[in-house]
């Protein structure tokens, strides 16, 4: 099969990136003005948490980026080289200038193939070193144009190599479904259980002051300790060349469970850093940064940075998913209480002194033992999702290269 090189701007209608100049936000529109923030895993993800703008604004923008179904996307500011496609709500958003438009010329190349192409390590090693900025790394679009594409002449055989690739991303894509639907129904439960109060056995339960007798209402302390993580100095790069443990960033904390991290710390780490190596089944919620308020449940025993609040119980036993829905529900009254002019901020004592209701101890414990089914099932899909990355990142590269052939 020929393969044959040349410039990306030459197999592009158009390269272009988001917004540069300052849009006004507005709370009641239609549309979002997303980010680099918005790309990873090859997806475009955005919910109500991000900046809306209107339905007017969003086609201005439009007629400047061309953006359409199918375009690849690029991060070229901060984060590198996270790649996406534009998805079908392509006209419910548009980018601020840390991503790059890219619309391939079909005629020839494949959009799913260049994104596959670009997604592949030798390009994001090579728009890591064309980056500029030592505070924040930048793609300019004039080098981003110049970057040499190798690729099959043939777009058959470029669309044979796509289809293989994206069939993992689609049992990945359905495997999300599937989590989003699980999430919404322990939602449900929590719901039914204590807002509508339709637990087991509430026919004969008396209430009292709006609650059932014998729950409470106490700050988060009088049932939880609190604690934070630490950064290990960079300096030691022993600290995560080997790492074995999980180190949670609160970027990665997205009201899920978390199975993986970008980076592992190694146990010297711990020993001589104000990193703390903590016990799994915890809930962990980020006290600042773009996922303030947010949370996870660490699957496996794991440390995290200081930006992060970990929850354990100080009695015999686990309200792990009681204390994640409940603190979910007031995620608008946290963010409201948060502090800071650079930044909202959640601080410990903050946190410690919320209001929290808890049920009696027979209710929690049978809504965890439901609840833990459910997210049991979470955690296998993801982990699938996890082994579908994995085999379809091993066969990235042998397929781009040709030594597999399809």
Not at 22 to 41: E, P, Q, R, W
Not at 311 to 325: A, E, G, I, T, W
Not at 377 to 389: A, C, E, G, P
Request: charged content about 25%; glycine content about 6%; overall charge positive.
């Amino acid at each position: 099969m020929k393969v044959v090189f040349n410039k990306l701007r030459d197999i592009s209608l158009s390269i272009t990136d988001g917004v540069h100049n300052t849009i006004i936000d507005d709370v009641n529109g239609d549309s979002f003005l997303l980010s680099a923030k918005n790309i990873k895993n090859g997806l475009v993800n955005f919910d109500n948490t991000d900046r809306r703008i209107n339905n007017e604004v969003r086609e201005k923008l439009n007629k400047r980026t061309k953006m359409s179904y199918g375009d690849v996307l690029l991060t070229t500011v901060g984060t590198l080289g996270e790649t996406a496609l534009a998805d079908e709500k392509y006209n419910e958003y548009e980018f601020q200038r840390s991503v790059a438009i890219i619309k391939p010329n079909k005629d020839i190349i494949n959009n799913k193939y260049l994104y596959y192409l670009l997604k592949s390590n030798s390009y994001n090693y090579y728009f890591k070193s064309i980056a500029t900025g030592a505070a924040q790394p930048c793609i300019f679009i004039g080098n981003l144009g110049k970057t040499k594409i190798e690729y099959f002449d043939d777009i058959n055989y470029q669309k044979r190599i796509a289809d293989i690739l994206s069939a993992y991303d689609d049992l990945i894509s359905k495997n999300n479904c599937r989590i989003k639907v699980l999430e919404k129904i322990a939602q449900e439960l929590y719901k039914e259980w204590f807002v509508r109060f339709r637990f087991p056995g509430h026919e004969t339960t008396k209430f009292e002051n709006g609650l059932p007798v014998g729950w409470e209402r106490k700050k988060v302390s009088t049932y939880y300790n609190t604690c934070s993580g630490g950064t290990p100095s960079r300096t030691h790069e022993e600290y995560f060349d080997t790492g074995i443990y999980p180190w949670v960033k609160t970027g990665e904390i997205k009201d899920c469970i978390i199975i993986d991290t970008e980076e592992y710390i190694t146990e010297e780490a711990v020993k001589k850093s104000s990193a703390k190596l903590l016990p799994a089944k915890l809930v962990a919620m980020a006290m600042y940064g773009v996922n303030i308020g947010q949370l996870g449940y660490f699957d496996s025993q794991m440390t995290c940075n200081q930006a992060c609040c970990v929850f354990s119980d100080k009695r015999n036993f686990s309200s792990k998913h009681y204390l994640f829905q409940y603190l979910k529900s007031i995620r608008e009254y946290l963010l409201l209480i948060s502090f800071g002019a650079a930044q909202q901020n959640l601080s410990q004592d903050l946190i410690k002194k919320i209001k929290i209701v808890m049920p009696s101890e027979e209710v929690v414990r049978a809504f965890e033992e439901r609840i833990d089914v459910i997210y049991d099932s979470i955690k296998m899909l993801m982990q699938k999702n996890k082994n579908l990355s994995k085999q379809r990142d091993l066969l990235l590269p042998r397929l781009m290269s040709g030594k597999l052939e399809v």
